[in-house]
Structures are given as structure tokens and as C-alpha cells.
């Protein structure tokens, strides 16, 4: 027992010491050096700067170079001098090059270094080179424009007798699924053979299925590419990056062991996907409005809630886009950053150092921010937190689970929050889900079912009895009920669907609002007095998409209880 409490605070002790350096460093960069501090611990390293940069010559001048972007390389120094930067520039320069300097630790220097080895390991074995090129992967993707295309060709490469087929191989899937806008990729060991699978506005489709040699090939091979370790029989997280154009992709990989061998997932985190304004995601013209008032306000707390996947973390981002300007300080607390917003400062959760959502918010206060996002409100401290945040001057965006906008209010208080001071700091609640959007080439126009009919003209009565203008909405009231479906083409791999939209409902916290909180009301009750602000439910928003031919009634129906009472 001794010796088990010795190796923890010896664990401790070597925490505390290189938490110590990381902080040093970070203030010597900048009040030293004038350099950007960088810690390489919390950044996938980009092979292509590796590349660009012989070991020897990196170990020799002490320098680690971490990411190529186009023509930019950025380079971390342990000990900047004039002299040093002043070679490296040169050297750089005689690449056609241009090098940004940054300053890390020993530690995070000696990380980079190891990757030299493993870049050395990967390029001499049978499973070709560590990195994925983007020139390369620009032209396949030329070559693909849906799903069978990329079967095709990857039957093609299986069919070749080259030395690096599954380097090749990789380089089709990860090229054909950012070509067709996949948002991941599957590739699962069964008992005889490994399938492959993409999935395509929110579904997972079948692309095809190869030998199981060639299921345990790939899976070392991205084990190399994500940093992970080939031996261990655990579940490991890894990541890595493409650069293409100017754009840089990352692809964040997770891996369990199966009954057949271990299961791949990689996440395709494409920055051009998540570039959505606020005027395209689906949010009908009023509620639009009153979210453009809300988030233009100076304070208030806004959360938005939803199940994981519909489209949260898109949403926040739309507001943070909408409302970023250079005069303001927004400071954001993300697990993890997926993408990167320009002029924004993100942070990510870590659990061994520690930080999450609560120590993110408690930090990102002494930042003096104007604006605070934080991914989620889990527990009770995080939330008191957050609505002081917005009580004092601050304008908070934030996540929580809640099955609808009205479950927010009985979840705060759930969560220890006064009702009083939640009427002065929540000023939006809103609920998502996501739903495919009909191929517009080949959607068809159909006569619903008996049911389905029904069913669209009791919610259409629901919204004439709260007031609602139908026309505004393109719906006629008089008119027989038509809907359209799905088909399948070329343009939408076959699947009848096309892309993906929210659906939308909001309450917000008014004066009719306010007065019922403190009675702590449930959902029922919150509803019925939330009808008056003429915002649309989301069976209502679902209903005016699928009568405009946006969705069909099976998406919406898919996604929202269109039956309750």
C-alpha cells in the first residue's frame, strides 16, 4: 500500500513539474521571446512538415516543425535566438517555404522527434507511407461523385497488383467520402471479411466489403496515420489531418476491440461543413428574428437543446459567426474543438489535466469575455455558473438535454437554480433535431396516407386556434394535403435525400413566462402558455416542410412525435 501511495505522488509530482514548464515556457515565449506559445501535446502533427525538415537537422538545431499548410510552415524552438531564426528563415526561404516561429517545451519537442521514427517505420513497411496527401486525394475525388463510384474504384484497386494497394485503398475511401459529403467512415471486422460504410446525412450506407487481410492491413495503417499504438487491445482515440487548398481536414479516429477484431470510426471534421450561416439552417423567418434580437443583446443565457447529433454545435456556431466582431472578446469551452473559428479563442476540455466545463467557465471568466460558449451544462455547478455568468453583463451560449424547449426550465431548476434569478438571466430556449432534405431532382408528389393526412390537418387546426398565418407559411388551409417522397438518383446516391435541415421551436422567456417559473411548472403547462408567442413547434416547422416539399412526412416523423396529444 506504501508503495502504491509512492508511485502516485511520485505521478503527481512529475505532473506538477511539467505543468510548471508548460507554464513557464508559455510566459517566456511571450514576454521574452515575443513568440506564440504552442503546446504539440494538444495538436495532431502534420507529416508533410516532418517532411520538409531531416531529423538530424531538427535534433541538431533543437527545433520540432509541426504543421505545413500550402506553402507556410509553422516550426516550434525550445531556445529562440536571432542567429537560429534567422538560419531557419533562410532555409525556408531556399525551400520556397515561409515559416512561422513558435516556442514549446523539451516535452513537446521531444514528442515531435518520436514521430520522425514512426514516420521512418511506416514508409519502410508493407503498408506504404504515414501521410495522406491532399494533391493526391484532390484527384481521385475528381473521379467520384457518388457512392458507387466509390465501390468502383475501390474493387479497381483491389483488383491491382501494386506494392502499396492499401495505401491506395485508404486514399479512395477517405477522398470519396469527403467528396460526397460523408460526415464518417466505418470500416468493421465481421467473421470472414471487413465491411466498409459511410454515413450520408445522418445514415449509414453500405459501400462495400473486402478479406479480412485486407481489414487488418487498413486497420495498421490508420493506427500509424492517427498516432495510435498497433499492439494494444484497448480502445484508443487518435487523430490526424489533410491539408487541402488552403483548408485543413481533420479526421479524428476512435477504435474498440469486437468480437471480430476492432471496430473503426473516423469523423471527417471538414471545416467547409460546418460554414453554415444562420439564414440556411432551416429557422423559420420569426423565430429568426427573435433569435437575431436575442443574440445581439449584450447578457442573457441561450441554450440550445436537442439529442447528440442534431445539429447543436452547428447552430452555436451560426450565432458565434453571426455576432463576431473585432470589438468583442469571445472565449469558448469545447469537448472537443472540432473546428476552428477564426478570431475566436476556443479551449478544450481535458480530463487528465482536469479542465472541464466548469474549470473552462470559471477560467474563461477571468478572461474578461464579452461572449462565452460553453458545448454543455452537465451539472449543477456548471449551470449556477453559467446563469451568474449571464446575470453579470455576459451573453452565454450553451447545450443541454432536454427533449424539447420547454423541458429547459424544469432541468434548471432540476439542477439546483433559483427560479427567481432564472427568469432575470434565460432570455432563449431552443430545440433542434435534423432531418434529410428531399432530393430536388427526383422527389416525387404523392397523396399521404389516411393517417398521415390526419395527422398534418389536426396540427394544421393546432396552429390556426393559436393564431398562426397559414399563408405565411405557403400553406393553404382549403386545399387537398400533398407531400412529396423520395425516389432516388444519381445526384443523391440513390437515396432519394440530399443534404440535411433543422427543425426548429423556441420559447422565450417573457413576461407570461416569467410569472408561471416560480410555480415550478411542468412541461404541459410551459407549452400552453408558450402557444401566445407565435412560435412554431416542431411538429408545426415539420408539418411546413414537408407541405413545401423540403422533407417527407417519414423524416419528420422520424425525428418528432407527430401524434401526441
Known amino acids: 500500500m506504501s508503495n502504491f501511495d509512492e508511485e502516485k505522488q511520485n505521478k503527481q509530482l512529475e505532473d506538477l513539474r511539467r505543468v510548471e514548464e508548460e507554464q513557464l515556457v508559455a510566459v517566456l515565449a511571450e514576454s521574452k521571446y515575443g513568440l506564440p506559445y504552442v503546446d504539440l501535446y494538444r495538436i495532431p502533427i502534420d507529416n508533410e512538415a516532418l517532411r520538409s525538415v531531416p531529423e538530424r537537422d531538427a535534433r541538431e538545431m533543437h527545433i520540432a516543425p509541426f504543421k505545413l499548410l500550402g506553402k507556410n510552415i509553422y516550426i516550434a524552438l525550445r531556445s529562440p535566438s536571432p542567429e537560429l531564426i534567422s538560419k531557419l528563415t533562410e532555409d525556408m526561404e531556399r525551400r520556397a517555404l515561409v515559416p512561422t516561429f513558435y516556442m514549446t517545451s523539451n516535452r513537446s519537442i521531444e514528442k515531435v522527434w518520436e514521430r520522425y521514427q514512426e514516420l521512418s517505420m511506416a514508409e519502410n513497411s508493407k503498408i506504404g507511407g504515414l501521410d495522406i496527401s491532399g494533391e493526391i486525394l484532390r484527384e481521385t475525388a475528381k473521379n467520384i461523385h457518388q457512392m458507387q463510384d466509390i465501390t468502383a474504384l475501390i474493387k479497381k484497386a483491389m483488383a491491382e497488383k501494386k506494392v502499396h494497394k492499401i495505401s491506395r485503398l485508404l486514399e479512395i475511401i477517405l477522398a470519396g467520402a469527403?467528396?460526397?459529403?460523408?460526415?464518417?467512415?466505418?470500416?468493421?471486422?465481421?467473421?470472414?471479411?471487413?465491411?466498409?460504410?459511410?454515413?450520408?446525412?445522418?445514415?449509414?450506407?453500405?459501400?462495400?466489403?473486402?478479406?479480412?487481410?485486407?481489414?487488418?492491413?487498413?486497420?495498421?495503417?490508420?493506427?500509424?496515420?492517427?498516432?495510435?499504438?498497433?499492439?494494444?487491445?484497448?480502445?484508443?482515440?487518435?487523430?490526424?489531418?489533410?491539408?487541402?487548398?488552403?483548408?485543413?481536414?481533420?479526421?479524428?479516429?476512435?477504435?474498440?476491440?469486437?468480437?471480430?477484431?476492432?471496430?473503426?470510426?473516423?469523423?471527417?471534421?471538414?471545416?467547409?461543413?460546418?460554414?453554415?450561416?444562420?439564414?440556411?439552417?432551416?429557422?423559420?423567418?420569426?423565430?429568426?428574428?427573435?433569435?437575431?434580437?436575442?443574440?445581439?443583446?449584450?447578457?442573457?443565457?441561450?441554450?440550445?437543446?436537442?439529442?447528440?447529433?442534431?445539429?447543436?454545435?452547428?447552430?452555436?456556431?451560426?450565432?458565434?459567426?453571426?455576432i463576431y466582431n473585432p470589438e468583442i472578446n469571445i472565449i469558448t469551452i469545447e469537448d472537443p474543438v472540432e473546428y476552428r473559428l477564426e478570431g475566436i479563442t476556443q479551449t478544450q476540455t481535458n480530463s487528465e489535466k482536469e479542465y472541464g466545463f466548469l474549470e473552462g467557465l470559471r477560467a474563461a471568466l477571468r478572461q474578461d469575455p464579452d461572449v462565452i460558449m460553453v458545448g454543455e451544462i452537465r451539472d449543477a455547478e456548471t449551470a449556477k455558473i453559467a446563469v451568474q455568468s449571464a446575470l453579470t453583463g455576459h451573453l452565454v451560449f450553451s447545450t443541454l438535454h432536454t427533449n424539447n424547449a420547454a423541458g429547459v426550465i424544469p432541468r434548471l431548476i432540476d439542477l439546483g437554480i433559483n427560479p427567481k434569478i432564472m427568469v432575470s438571466a434565460l432570455s432563449l430556449s431552443i430545440a433542434q433535431r435534423l432531418v434529410r432534405k428531399l432530393c430536388p431532382v427526383c422527389k416525387v408528389e404523392k397523396s399521404g396516407t389516411e393517417k398521415e393526412n390526419k395527422t398534418i390537418k389536426l396540427i394544421i387546426d393546432g396552429m390556426i386556434e393559436e393564431g398562426k398565418d397559414l399563408v405565411k407559411y405557403g400553406i393553404n388551409k382549403d386545399a387537398p394535403i400533398r407531400m412529396y417522397s423520395h425516389v432516388g438518383c444519381d445526384q443523391c446516391n440513390i437515396t432519394g435525400y440530399k443534404g440535411r435541415i433543422g427543425i426548429f421551436e423556441a420559447i422565450k422567456t417573457d413576461e407570461a413566462i416569467e410569472k408561471i417559473i416560480s410555480t415550478n411548472p411542468s412541461e404541459r403547462e410551459i407549452k400552453k402558455v408558450a402557444k401566445t408567442q407565435g412560435i412554431l413547434s416542431m411538429r408545426q416547422d415539420g408539418v411546413v416542410k414537408i407541405l413545401n416539399g423540403t422533407t417527407s412526412f417519414e423524416e419528420v416523423q422520424s425525428v418528432v412525435d407527430m401524434f401526441e396529444e
Do not use: C, W
Open 178 to 322: 469527403i467528396a460526397i459529403n460523408a460526415s464518417d467512415i466505418h470500416i468493421e471486422p465481421e467473421k470472414d471479411r471487413g465491411r466498409l460504410r459511410l454515413r450520408l446525412d445522418g445514415v449509414l450506407q453500405d459501400v462495400d466489403f473486402f478479406g479480412i487481410d485486407t481489414y487488418n492491413l487498413l486497420n495498421s495503417r490508420i493506427k500509424l496515420l492517427s498516432g495510435m499504438k498497433l499492439t494494444a487491445n484497448k480502445a484508443q482515440d487518435g487523430r490526424f489531418s489533410i491539408t487541402e487548398g488552403n483548408d485543413e481536414i481533420s479526421i479524428r479516429t476512435s477504435l474498440i476491440p469486437g468480437s471480430y477484431g476492432e471496430s473503426i470510426v473516423m469523423r471527417i471534421l471538414d471545416p467547409k461543413s460546418i460554414q453554415v450561416g444562420l439564414d440556411s439552417i432551416g429557422i423559420e423567418s420569426y423565430l429568426f428574428s427573435i433569435i437575431e434580437e436575442q443574440i445581439a443583446k449584450p447578457n442573457g443565457l441561450i441554450l440550445v437543446t436537442g439529442p447528440t447529433g442534431s445539429g447543436k454545435t452547428t447552430t452555436l456556431y451560426a450565432f458565434l459567426r453571426r
